[in-house]
């Protein structure tokens, strides 16, 4: 069974930094792309960033770009989100999620990031 288990989220003030963390287990994904989404409250869920199999593509919403940094260890099957310069607005449940071409297929339960200002 595929899961992807989302970790590290929490409260933090604006400016501040956390780094969320995503174990997948069931398969191996290092050949899948990964990547991370978002919900805010009352708002549809949004892309933040992925990147592909190897990890040397990348991919930023607008909005987080020169901010947030995705990395991923294939040996441990983990993806990161390392997320600076946190603002209130980036206030969300993230979501890990992964796919063959897309991160789309498989999706984890979410952690809660709350930015305070």
């Known amino acids: 069974q595929v899961q992807l288990v989302e970790s590290g989220g929490g409260l933090v003030q604006a400016g501040g930094s956390l780094r969320l963390s995503c174990a997948a287990s069931g398969r191996t994904f290092s050949s899948y792309s990964m990547g991370w989404f978002r919900q805010g409250p009352g708002k549809e869920r949004e892309f933040v960033a992925a990147?592909?199999?190897?990890?040397?593509?990348?991919y930023y919403a607008d909005s987080v770009k020169g901010r947030f940094t995705i990395s991923r260890d294939n040996a441990k099957n983990t993806v990161y989100l390392q997320m600076n310069s946190l603002k209130p607005e980036d206030t969300a449940v993230y979501y890990c999620?992964?796919?063959?071409?897309?991160?789309?297929?498989?999706w984890g339960q979410g952690t809660q990031v709350t930015v305070s200002s």
């Open positions: 999620a992964a796919g063959p071409t897309w991160p789309n297929e498989y």
């Open positions: 990147n592909g199999w190897s990890g040397g593509i990348t």
